[in-house]
């Protein structure tokens, strides 16, 4: 991930409905949920809660899927991943922080030193 990227989904991140809605996208897990239901859940306007969803996408951090009637938003775990990976690898110092490779599965596993 180069650091335009990533900068681009942290902007979309920083802002508190943004941040509720992709929150809420990950705890829903890959079937996602539909903007109706994000709208409902945070308190949030349908068009206002739509611009909003509209800025994680183009960041890359949701995706979408039209679903009868509905627009079904869900969050982009490969790109989160990503993220992720770039905070440690090039933000952290290898004493708080660390990513080694499961042999057995192929994951990453991130460590983070005295983080309790």
Known sequence: ????KAT??????SQESRLGAFRLLVQAGPEG???????????TPHNTMSFHLNHL???GIVSSRKQGR???YSAN???TRDLIGFMVKDCCSTEFANISED???GCSIIKLENFC
């Open 57 to 59: 996408s183009s960041a």
């Open 77 to 79: 775990f490969d790109v």
């Open 33 to 43: 949920l539909a903007a109706g239901i994000i709208s409902e859940t945070l308190g």
């Open 1 to 4: 991930m180069d650091i335009l």
């Open 103 to 105: 042999k057995k599965t």
């Open 8 to 13: 681009r989904m942290f902007d979309a991140l």
């Open 70 to 72: 509905s627009v079904i």
